[in-house]
DNA sequence: CGAAAATTTGACATGACTCAACTGGAGTGG
DNA sequence: CCACTCCAGTTGAGTCATGTCAAATTTTCG
């Protein structure tokens, strides 16, 4: 009987794809738990990303930082999704992209060399990442739609009400670099409710 | 020996995965082509989209139209790309976007039951897909922060480099509503060169 | 409690938009 | 092959959304 803390893993998967109680066994003997403290960075600029990342609880969110030191923050994950650096994970590159906890998480890893050879071994585990893709796709090419086509207070709004579990976790100027505005300027936004 | 239109296709399985002869030719036979005229719609919003689609030849954009009849020009597509509505095509939902040739244009394109049930058949061609995903995801990022991060001049010189072959096919309209931008503004970017 | 970090506030600056008028070129029908 | 139309592109004036910078205030946390 696996722990507490794969139970989400384990819903993930098996709302997606149907698998065997040996497969999926046989899946999560090759993630381990790592447990993060608030504001602990999981995934530093010039790391390589050797693992994909699953959170089991708790929030985190994936940014950007250029040369003057602003931040883009480009997502957020909450208990049920997937982060990563994926261009890093994928290439072996090293990562342009931070992923830090936005409070006390748990994230379940798996190792890029473990999951593929799973792939070879479980097709139900390909097919639930092809799967997950497609949705990640789609869902991210929505937001950018959003971001181009809605005013900062729309997409604010718009933040709040997809996020609101979340809301009180997160730093104004984070916000502010996940909308695409400045933190004086999201002030603003918020004084005129 | 399949006909020259669908060697773009072989290439671009071959070069992703490993897949025999005999299997490729299964995948081969349930694509059709379609040959599409200049500024010919292939799927309106409103429409199911039932198909993967692949550009044999030519190039097409994908674009949303609001209830103010703005554009939002969301990705081109040239030979070797992959285009849809892919939510349309998950979710069998009326789609939110249009996709229209920029010029004359082969697309091959294969039935969502069908590829389905491929993917039980052939493991090759669902991981072919599992990584056509996770690329199209990075890039989409990529492309995502670009837009967050770069001024409008600097965003047009970056298509201006990355679609140079294409440039001379899309009005400039077009290219005004990929950047985000008015067809107004890109005219005064353009005579500050 | 004190220092550092986050947020607010306000004055001013600017990149990009709107609207309207004008220009030019591409297609179309006679 | 001309004449006409119409759509794309340009130009300019005025405006607005959002940015910048700096100072004041509040919150967080060691």
């Known amino acids: 009987m696996p722990e507490k803390v794969y139970q989400p893993l ?3 998967i098996r709302e997606t794809v149907s698998i065997s109680e040996q497969e999926l066994m046989l899946v999560l003997a090759s993630f381990q738990p790592k447990v993060l403290s608030k504001k602990e960075i ?5 790391d390589i990303s050797n ?3 699953f959170i089991a609880d708790g929030s985190l969110r994936v940014y950007y930082l250029n040369e003057k030191a602003q931040e883009y923050t480009i997502q957020f994950g909450i208990k049920g999704w997937w982060v990563n650096d994926l261009y890093s994970y994928l ?7 931070f992923i830090q906890a936005l409070q006390p998480s748990v994230v379940l890893q798996i190792h890029r060399d473990s999951l593929n050879k799973l792939f070879d071994q479980i097709p139900s585990l390909e097919r639930f990442f092809r799967i997950k893709f497609e949705k990640a796709y789609v869902a991210l090419q929505e937001r950018t739609l959003h971001r181009a086509s809605l ?3 729309d997409r604010y709004e718009q933040f709040r009400a997809q996020y609101k579990d979340i809301e009180q976790n997160i730093p104004q100027y984070v916000i502010a670099s996940y909308l695409g505005i400045t933190p004086e300027f999201l002030s603003v936004l918020r004084s005129q409710e």
Chains 1, 2 share one sequence.
């Open 51 to 53: 693992h994909m990342r």
């Open 42 to 46: 999981l995934l530093q600029k010039g």
């Open 91 to 97: 290439t072996h590159q090293p990562a342009n992209y």
């Open 10 to 12: 384990i819903q993930n």
């Open 151 to 153: 005013s900062a207070k």
